[in-house]
């Protein structure tokens, strides 16, 4: 009984005292410093949970993963880079809104297929919280803001490497729209008599007259066509035009959805085709927009509100006619690019601006100048002087062909950036076994001992 009041009494208040200090210490032991990155640190804690999310995609992966200390160091080079393009996100203010925030974790909620609150109760139960969550997010898209900005700028595609791409057998097949179609065939050997090829030849011809005044194409090919696929109507799938047979290309050139060709002549017999659908390069006619606009850069003179409050004075004075768009222009606007110019940014397509403009852009009226608006370069003011309809079909395909290529020397560019953004910052890696080459100072060490 003594002992047990001494217990209560003594070591418990004892030991109530000495373990915030032992969890404190074992924290404090854990949580130092494992490298130094230009003005920021990598701390154990970070890299640690890291290695946990990344043991578990590993596993999930039924993957075998490298060895734990090869692993680590992989880990805290992600994490050393992920800090240099934070800190370059940092210095060229770059900023993530709260509504594009909110709009990111939607769409990461609705990919894993799970209400809000399942959402929720799922990260509670991975111990994360929904601010830390939200936290990281955000570092994502600014790191993925950054070096998408970092390395397309890096990436030029010129016009004959477009123009050599085009030409060539990858291009063309590439360029060439993907058909959804139908086919039936009368068949007829090539030597037939003259009698029976007439025959073949009214009966296609009926059979292409029927499906124009309105007969279903497919019911026809079950009924009369000798084609492989007449069973199931004549499908055919989607078929590239340049995998297709000369022939059959040049029958449907100039064919649109829901036509079918007039019945032609090849050694099998005559043939009926249908488009019952295409994808890809078909008339591109693409609303332009005519736009000018001020921009002004928050700074250390500058804060948002100051910047925000003096492009509301300029739209006050250009809707009494008291200024000019593009002598204020001139004189304020911070866009090198356009500033000459009065702002004039000319006929634009979609998807040429980041979002928050062209958002902006489609919704002001001809005529108008929107109120300001922020965006990753600063504050602007818009107008839209002019709108009209253009056809872009030869140019949709030049700028396809011009993603196509960016996006393949994209990932080797990247890598290239991020390796030089590495070798031209600070980093003091504070453990030696996380060093990269650790394994060559080890050996290095123990041919010296043996010398």
């Given amino acids: ?237 989607w078929r590239k035009t340049a995998e297709l047979p000369t022939l059959f290309a040049d029958a449907l050139e100039g064919l649109k959805v829901g036509e079918v060709t007039k019945p032609f002549r090849s050694d099998a017999g005559y043939h009926l085709l249908k488009i019952h659908d295409q994808r890809g390069a078909t008339e591109q006619v693409v609303q332009q927009t005519k736009v000018r606009h001020i921009l002004i850069k928050p700074s250390e003179v500058m804060s948002d509100d100051d910047a925000y409050n003096k492009l509301i004075e300029f739209r006050e004075k250009l809707q009494k006619g008291e200024a000019d768009f593009a002598e204020l222009a001139r004189e304020h606007s911070e866009d090198i690019g356009t500033m000459l110019q009065g702002g004039d940014l000319g006929w634009s397509t979609p998807g040429q601006f980041v979002p928050e403009f062209e958002q902006t852009m489609g919704q002001t009226p001809v005529g108008e100048i929107a109120l300001p608006f922020r965006s990753q370069f600063g504050w602007h003011l818009l107008e839209v002087m002019d709108r009209r309809d253009q056809d872009m079909t030869e140019q949709y395909i030049r700028n396809q062909a011009a993603n196509l290529l960016r996006s393949r020397r994209y990932e080797e560019e990247v890598q290239n950036w991020r390796r030089e953004i590495r070798d031209e910052a600070y980093i003091d890696i504070k453990v030696p076994e996380l060093r990269p080459d650790f394994e060559e100072e080890q050996e290095a060490a123990q041919d010296d001992a043996t010398e």
């Fill in 1 to 237: 009984m003594r002992k047990s009041v001494w217990l209560r009494r003594g070591l418990l208040p004892l030991l109530a005292v000495l373990l915030p200090l032992a969890v404190q210490a074992q924290v404090q032991k854990l949580d130092r410093v494992v490298a130094v990155v230009d003005d920021d640190v990598v701390m154990a804690t970070e890299l640690e949970q890291r290695m946990r999310t990344v043991t578990n995609q590993i596993r999930s992966q039924n993957v075998q993963a490298p060895p734990l200390p090869v692993l680590r160091r992989q880990v805290l080079e992600q994490l050393i880079v992920e800090r240099l393009q934070l800190q370059i996100a940092a210095r060229a203010g770059v900023t993530i809104s709260e509504a594009e925030l909110d709009q990111a974790i939607e769409r990461f909620r609705q990919g894993s297929n799970v209400t809000p609150e399942q959402f929720a109760a799922k990260l509670a139960e991975d111990g994360i919280s929904m601010s830390s969550f939200r936290e990281q997010i955000r570092q994502e898209l600014l790191i993925n803001r950054v070096e998408r900005g970092s390395v397309n700028r890096r990436i030029q595609i010129s016009d004959q490497e477009i123009d050599n791409f085009l030409r060539s057998k990858e291009g063309e097949f590439w360029k060439s729209p993907t058909l959804e179609l139908g086919h039936i065939l009368i068949s007829v050997s090539s030597s037939a008599p003259a009698e029976e090829a007439s025959e073949a030849e009214a009966k296609a011809q009926k059979i292409y007259d029927d499906v124009v005044g309105g007969a279903d194409f497919r019911r026809q090919a079950i009924a009369n066509s000798s084609g492989q696929n007449a069973l199931q109507g004549g499908d055919l799938g």
